[in-house]
């Protein structure tokens, strides 16, 4: 009775069982007969070879393109103690081992333990097909592409044929451009009908890109005499064509700036154009901000690894409390008491400034610190042929939102009143019972806030150091000049003129004659304008 109990539930374990092993059996069946199929390669002579190859693109394994690699570029080695084909990289005077089919480690050996495996020149064209075969004809769209690139770029004859074949099969627009002017740059390194040349330079022109007239270039010396005009041409066509993509591209860069401008400006119109006051630690309220991020992303990484991707959610408003707190601090402790005594609140906030970056030195150390930008602000985007980044995309975006959030708080809630009640008449304001000390607190607290926000941005796009500030103060000051001291549009307007303006003169006179040019122009402009581009009134203002 016992033995048949037994017999029944070794049964029952084998029925349950079943199903595992018939689930693993196949994958490890798999690997392993293309490690069978790849050791092969390593018997007998060039007809074995070529056989071994065949086997391995008949298998279709995603291994096998990267395999067949290694194999034409010499990296495949025999172990002569086993048989057992290896990828083999120099370590020291060692060679160290890896497998082929899973990159698993398999120890170092010495080159006398190896022997390569050698192709000749007719494998190596099978070599190429094969890979071109199985990325071309790919699946994974990732992979056709690659491909199809790594073609355009070498444009080798040899692949022409397996091209025509990838391009009547794809059905990819992006893919299909790419493999269409991969054809007509292989067309122009052959000895094609002239019909046919004319009919790929059409293709290559119709592209309209850098790429397009980089072929052109390189194929107009060795054309024929009838066909160079025709090259010339389309070399004229693209480059009138890319002039009017560069001016975008550079309207684009300029709003750019202008943002970052903005960012950092904004918060200094507010406490210029209340207070009057000249501050130059303004910049250091940025590079605060920026440090809060690099804080905030610390903390986030030890307590919830798994937040990291909205540490930016976290950081904004951490990064506006703490330098809006430093604001407040600073103006009762230092500001208040130099009220209209313009060089000593600029002497002091300057001091202030040096003391600032040597704290911070002092804290984190004089080198940089890495902001981790989230995924969806990192990479790059294309219209047409312009190319753009998505962070700086998205700091246009937040300029804009902080922008009209700052209309609103001026415009729509009490504090906003008062400010700009300030702004036009301190003395009248204050006869009216508006605590103008509470307003000028929090004005240069909501300023340097704001600053603490561009902080958070610019840690996105540039070095986060004690230094980060100092490269937009000077650039801040000018933008509210030019705009008008204490009006937002104004701010607005300036930002995006100095922005574009720059981007504009930096391919002609380089970034630094492009910065000279432009203090230049606003030095003739306040001469006709002192008040900037758009004046507040009031009494105390035309006083």
């Keep these: 009775m016992a033995t048949r109990l037994f017999k029944l539930i070794a049964f029952l374990i084998a029925i ?30 060039f007809p074995e070879r070529q056989k071994a190859i065949d086997a391995l693109v008949a298998s279709g394994d995603e291994h096998v393109p990267a395999i067949l690699l290694a194999l034409s570029d010499g990296n495949l080695f025999v172990r002569k103690a086993d048989a057992k084909v290896v990828l083999a990289t120099k370590a020291g005077s060692d060679l160290a081992l890896t497998s082929p089919v899973d990159g698993s480690d398999l120890g170092t050996a010495a080159s006398g333990d190896l022997e390569k495996i050698k192709v000749n020149n007719g494998l190596r064209t099978k070599i190429r097909t094969a890979i071109g075969k199985l990325t071309l004809l790919s699946p994974d769209r990732a992979t056709r592409l690659s491909a199809a690139q790594s073609i355009l770029k070498n444009a080798d004859p040899a692949m022409k044929d397996l091209l025509g074949q990838a391009m009547a099969a794809e059905t990819d627009p992006q893919i299909k451009n790419t493999m269409e002017l ?25 592209h309209g890109d850098r790429a397009a007239q980089t072929v052109l270039i390189n194929s107009l010396a060795g054309a024929p005499d009838e066909l160079k005009p025709v090259i010339q ?76 991707e909205y540490s930016l959610a976290f950081a904004v408003p951490a990064a506006f409390l703490f330098t809006a707190l430093v604001g407040v601090c600073i103006e009762r402790g230092i500001i208040r008491w130099l009220y209209g005594r313009p060089l000593e609140t600029l002497l002091a906030t300057w001091g202030l400034s040096l003391i600032l970056q040597q704290v911070v030195r002092t804290i984190f150390g004089p080198t940089n610190k890495l902001v981790q930008p989230p995924q969806w602000m990192s990479g790059t985007f294309d219209i047409g042929n312009l190319s753009f980044t998505w962070n700086r995309l998205w700091i246009i975006v937040f300029a804009i939102a902080v922008f009209f959030a700052l209309q609103i ?18 003395r009248m304001a204050s006869a009216m019972g508006i605590r103008t000390p509470f307003v000028d607190a929090m004005t240069f607290g909501l300023g340097s806030g704001i600053a603490g926000m561009a902080g958070v941005a610019l840690s996105q796009i540039d070095n986060v150091s004690p230094n980060l500030g100092q490269g937009y103060i000077i650039d801040s000051f000018m ?65």
């Design 409 to 426: 708080i001026l415009n729509r809630t009490p504090l906003g009143l008062q400010m700009r009640a300030v702004t036009q008449n301190r």
């Design 233 to 308: 041409t389309g070399i004229d066509s693209i480059g009138r064509t890319l002039a009017v993509w560069d001016v975008g591209q550079n309207l684009l860069y300029g709003i750019s700036l202008a943002s970052v401008l903005l960012l950092a400006a904004i918060g200094l119109a507010i406490t210029f154009g209340v207070m009057g006051v000249i501050n130059m630690a303004h910049g250091e309220m940025v590079m605060l901000g920026a440090y809060t991020t690099y804080v905030v992303q610390n903390i986030i990484t030890i307590v919830a690894p798994g937040l990291m």
């Design 182 to 206: 991969a054809d007509a740059v292989i067309v122009l390194k052959t000895d094609a009908a002239l019909e046919e040349k004319r009919a790929a330079v059409t293709t290559v022109v119709g």
């Design 16 to 45: 349950l069982a079943a199903p595992v092993f018939s689930t693993t059996t196949p994958a490890f069946a798999q690997a392993a007969d293309l490690s069978a199929m790849v050791d092969a390669l390593g018997q007998g002579g």
């Design 479 to 543: 933008v509210v000049v030019f705009g008008g001291v204490g009006n937002l549009w104004g701010t607005l307007i300036g930002a995006l003129t100095l922005g574009v303006a720059n981007k504009f003169l930096e391919p002609y006179a380089g970034a630094v004659l492009a910065k000279i040019a432009i203090l230049v122009l606003i030095i003739l402009f306040i001469q006709r304008r002192p008040r900037g581009l758009f004046a507040l009134k009031g009494r105390a203002i035309e006083q």
